[in-house]
C-alpha cells in the first residue's frame, strides 16, 4: 500500500488539495490569517466569494448555493 503524498502535509492544506480535487477550475484556499476555508465562486455572471470554518462547509456552500449568503446566519 502506498501512503497518499498529502497526508505528510499540514491538515487545511491537505483538505485544500481534496477540494481543489472535487471542485476543478474553483480558486480555493485556506487563510492563514483568517483561518478560513475561502473559495471564489462565479454566480450570475459575477464572482462570489465565500468562507467557512471547515472544508466541509464551504463544498456545501459551493454545491448548494441557495443556502447563500454564506456563511448563514
Known sequence: ???DPR?????AAV???GLREQFPGIPLWY???TR???ALVQVADSPRLVEAITPQELATAIRQPR????PSR
Open 15 to 17: 483538505a485544500v488539495e
Open 7 to 11: 497526508s505528510d502535509g499540514p491538515p
Open 67 to 70: 443556502l447563500w449568503p454564506w
Open 31 to 33: 487563510g492563514l490569517h
Open 36 to 38: 478560513m476555508f475561502w
Open 1 to 3: 500500500m502506498t501512503a
